[in-house]
């Protein structure tokens, strides 16, 4: 008995099996939509068509052996990539489907219609190759999609354009390059409901940080309208980070990062039959306002979540939001091919010796650093005009841009966000990229020397000229186990991810006055007494960074909420010391609206800082807003590792004014298992350490302020400079003295400073003296690590 070849396949029959049956796109949908969805994950309903069916047309019209043939001049240098391109995808265009393949589709779209009670509905049709999406191998955007399409004979005709973008010149190119037999691999096409997100929202979600590998994290993109904005890079999105191991936890929010993309256009539905979507500007309501609600982005992470859960690896999704019912669906999903395969016992580390000139900024893509000279192109048919190893500039790539992309000594783009495609490729290729800069196309200019630097953070930079870096393989198999704890010295939260497989001991130092400096970027006083700025400048500054706020407050406690749980979810449950700003007065003034709430000072290094501030009248509602933000990161995200510290506490007196003032401000010593530590750097702390170890939980030693205050030595004096040491007896008495006062107590001491790291004999005085914990820099921390392991071994 002869079966009837199957062509179409209802998503919902599906499962992972089917890769060879219907690609790695469709099987994945339709296991989704069979196991995921009675934990409330939403699919669109739809259908596949087989690889027996892309097969059986080929065998039937001859094409098969056309497109052998074509493919057999192109590897015998008969003819042209371009040439072999062409050629086949003009040959499938042209052959007519057979008439069983034909009333397969079309009784399967009847179907989906009648489920969806639409005569005919608008659907999305999309290429899934039975060698895609493998972990392997990433097929970013090889194949064509085509969305709004409707009705049988335009879907048909969509599944013709489908199955001739198997043949675009750079998929080609890929699977030779790849060792794909273009024969072996076969077309599915998959055909789905659309969602109506053309009045809604859709982007990219990934369940790992795709900068640096983070497993404990979802990122997620968003842009309104259709989501091939995001993907292609044409605006750049929305972005939001959250932490994974409290999202099971409905009483958290745990979102550790909200970003306003400038989203200057959509994509939307149009109701011309040549021109299904189309583009328009996005009013400016919708560029100030943050694409998606909280619930909204929570939804969507524990979503990844139980994806991931299910498919036991990262992955990278697709998403959509209805305009008009509000519902949230996934699109696809498939596995993150980048992050999750790099080799997790080498940590490759790049720094800048030297920067020109800052001439553009954006979005890092990748932690490296490179060089060259600037090639800015407009169109990827430009290939000849680029030279091996130049700096790409462009508006934005596509996937025709992967042959230059394989070129390039980094990327550099006016548009798109860390999901679009030049993201994507560039990672994938292990190159640097700073995509979203707005204008590098009209600031750099051709055969300009330039340093594109990526080992900064979430912001990538281009200087001028050709600068001096560094590059380092840290082996993290070969660390050493100390006693000791040594922890990390970390004030910027968007490098605090790139350090989480060091194997420290959590963070000793966290500066708040970085996040607000960097981040908030306002004097907390101009935010709660607006009417006192003076300055038109200010007042329009502090209008734009506060747009996507309802107040100005709100703004100062999210944003460096965010940034303190940042820092603190890099390490959780690790132990993070947070300080309370630690400001001078001339450095409050330079904040914007500052200058209206400073006073000048003769001496700020020994004025108006630290603790006297919090519960000064004159600060202590800016202080309010500090505690406010860290009350957040503890309670709402549940990040409870955080530990506060206090600085430059000068008596036992004002200690307990301060504390008294946190209790006012939800941070109550021994609350939800709150600890407060002090900051050690004035000699009155060392002299009397018993009066404040009996109101702190811990000490961390300040090196430098105690050794200026201990030597009557202004640190950053030249004249002096020579004066100024920290392994001075007199000093190292201090840091004896308050150890054993601690110890005494039952309190914990560490020390935060650069000098364990330049000099081994330092780091082996504290080993002897009973320090308790050592804070570096990442940087140093392999080298302190080895050190105090010797001195340990030493018998210290």
């Given amino acids: 008995m002869t079966h009837?070849?199957?062509?179409?396949?209802?998503?919902?029959?599906?499962?992972?099996?089917?890769?060879?049956?219907?690609?790695?796109?469709?099987?994945?949908?339709?296991?989704?939509?069979?196991?995921?969805?009675?934990?409330?994950?939403?699919?669109?309903?739809?259908?596949?068509?087989?690889?027996?069916?892309?097969?059986?047309?080929?065998?039937?019209?001859?094409?098969?052996?056309?497109?052998?043939?074509?493919?057999?001049?192109?590897?015998?240098?008969?003819?042209?990539?371009?040439?072999?391109?062409?050629?086949?995808?003009?040959?499938?265009?042209?052959?007519?489907?057979?008439?069983?393949?034909?009333?397969?589709?079309?009784?399967?779209?009847?179907?989906?219609?009648?489920?969806?009670?639409?005569?005919?509905?608008?659907?999305?049709?999309?290429?899934?190759?039975?060698?895609?999406?493998?972990?392997?191998?990433?097929?970013?955007?090889?194949?064509?999609?085509?969305?709004?399409?409707?009705?049988?004979?335009?879907?048909?005709?969509?599944?013709?354009?489908?199955?001739?973008?198997?043949?675009?010149?750079?998929?080609?190119?890929?699977?030779?390059?790849?060792?794909?037999?273009?024969?072996?691999?076969?077309?599915?096409?998959?055909?789905?409901?659309?969602?109506?997100?053309?009045?809604?929202?859709?982007?990219?979600?990934?369940?790992?940080?795709?900068?640096?590998?983070?497993?404990?994290?979802?990122?997620?993109?968003?842009?309104?309208?259709?989501?091939?904005?995001?993907?292609?890079?044409?605006?750049?999105?929305?972005?939001?980070?959250?932490?994974?191991?409290?999202?099971?936890?409905?009483?958290?929010?745990?979102?550790?990062?909200?970003?306003?993309?400038?989203?200057?256009?959509?994509m939307v539905y149009s109701d011309a039959d040549d021109e299904p979507t189309q583009l328009v500007d996005c009013s400016a309501e919708e560029r100030d306002a943050f694409v998606l609600s909280d619930e909204d982005i929570l939804t969507l992470a524990r979503w990844a979540l139980i994806i991931e859960k299910h498919y036991d690896r990262p992955m990278d999704m697709e998403w959509a939001k209805d305009g008009d019912s509000g519902e949230l669906f996934i699109l696809q999903a498939r596995p993150e091919t980048v992050q999750s395969q790099k080799q997790a016992g080498v940590l490759k580390t790049y720094s800048l010796k030297a920067k020109g000139e800052q001439l553009v900024t954006g979005l890092s893509i990748g932690d490296a650093i490179a060089a060259g000279k600037v090639c800015k192109l407009d169109s990827a048919a430009q290939i000849d005009q680029f030279e091996d190893q130049a700096v790409l500039v462009t508006g934005m790539t596509d996937p025709d841009w992967v042959p230059i992309m394989k070129r390039a000594s980094a990327i550099v783009t006016d548009h798109g966000g860390r999901t679009s495609h030049a993201a994507i490729v560039s990672r994938e290729l292990g190159l640097p990229a700073v995509v979203g800069c707005g204008d590098a196309t009209q600031l750099l200019e051709n055969d300009q020397e330039v340093t594109v630097s990526c080992a900064e953070g979430d912001s990538g930079f281009v200087y001028a000229g050709i600068s001096d870096f560094e590059t380092e393989d840290v082996s993290l198999e070969d660390i050493p186990e100390t006693r000791t704890r040594i922890m990390l010295n970390i004030a910027n939260p968007a490098a605090a991810l790139r350090w989480w497989r060091l194997p420290g001991d959590g963070i000793g130092l966290a500066r708040m006055e970085f996040i607000i400096n960097h981040g908030v970027k306002i004097h907390p006083l101009a935010l709660l007494q607006p009417d006192r700025i003076e300055d038109d400048t200010a007042r329009q500054r502090i209008a734009e960074l506060t747009r996507n706020w309802p107040d100005g407050p709100s703004y100062f406690i999210d944003t460096l909420a965010y940034g303190i749980a940042r820092i603190a979810a890099s390490q959780h449950p690790r132990p993070v010391i947070v300080r309370m700003s630690d400001f001078k007065t001339n450095e409050y003034a330079e904040l914007i609206g500052g200058r209206n709430f400073e006073p000048r000072e003769a001496n700020p290094m020994l004025g108006w800082r630290g603790a006297s501030r919090y519960y000064s009248e004159e600060y202590r509602d800016g202080f309010a807003l500090e505690c406010r933000a860290v009350n957040k990161a503890r309670r709402d995200i549940g990040l409870d590792n955080i530990i506060v510290m206090i600085p430059f506490c000068r008596t036992a007196k004002e200690a307990d004014r301060v504390l008294a003032v946190m209790a006012e401000n939800g941070l109550k010593r021994g609350e939800e298992g709150l600890q407060v530590y002090v900051m050690c750097e004035i000699p009155s702390n060392v002299v009397r350490a018993a009066d404040f170890a009996q109101r702190f939980d811990g000490f961390s030693i300040g090196s430098n302020d105690l050794t200026q205050l201990t030597l009557g030595v202004d640190r950053d004096s030249d004249l002096l400079g020579h004066l100024f040491d920290e392994q001075d007896e007199a000093v190292k008495d201090m840091i004896t003295s308050v150890i054993n006062s601690a110890h005494a107590h039952n309190r914990k001491v560490g020390l935060c400073g650069q000098a364990p790291s330049d000099h081994p004999e330092f780091a082996r005085f504290l080993v002897t003296a009973g320090i308790d914990s050592i804070s570096v820099n990442p940087d140093s921390f392999v080298k302190v690590k080895q050190q105090v392991a010797q001195a340990e071994h030493d018998g210290g």
Avoid at 87 to 103: G, N, T, V
Avoid at 111 to 124: C, I, M, Y
Wanted: with cysteine.
């Fill in 4 to 266: 009837q070849p199957v062509y179409a396949i209802p998503l919902s029959e599906l499962g992972s099996s089917d890769v060879a049956k219907v690609g790695g796109k469709n099987a994945s949908l339709g296991e989704m939509i069979q196991h995921l969805e009675a934990a409330g994950i939403l699919v669109p309903d739809g259908f596949a068509t087989t690889a027996q069916a892309y097969r059986d047309h080929l065998a039937a019209t001859g094409l098969d052996d056309k497109i052998a043939a074509q493919l057999r001049s192109l590897r015998n240098e008969e003819q042209a990539l371009h040439e072999t391109g062409e050629a086949i995808r003009h040959m499938i265009l042209d052959a007519a489907f057979p008439d069983d393949f034909k009333e397969a589709i079309v009784g399967a779209y009847e179907r989906l219609a009648e489920r969806s009670g639409r005569e005919q509905p608008a659907v999305a049709v999309r290429s899934s190759a039975t060698a895609e999406d493998l972990p392997e191998a990433s097929f970013a955007g090889q194949q064509e999609s085509f969305l709004n399409i409707r009705g049988a004979a335009a879907l048909l005709d969509a599944c013709r354009r489908c199955y001739a973008s198997l043949f675009t010149d750079r998929a080609i190119s890929y699977r030779e390059n790849h060792g794909f037999d273009h024969m072996k691999v076969a077309l599915s096409v998959g055909v789905q409901t659309m969602v109506r997100a053309g009045n809604g929202a859709a982007g990219v979600m990934f369940s790992i940080d795709t900068e640096t590998g983070f497993p404990r994290a979802v990122l997620i993109n968003a842009a309104w309208g259709l989501g091939e904005t995001v993907v292609q890079g044409l605006v750049d999105p929305d972005e939001y980070l959250l932490f994974k191991p409290m999202l099971e936890d409905h009483e958290r929010t745990p979102i550790l990062e909200k970003r306003a993309g400038n989203k200057a256009r959509k």
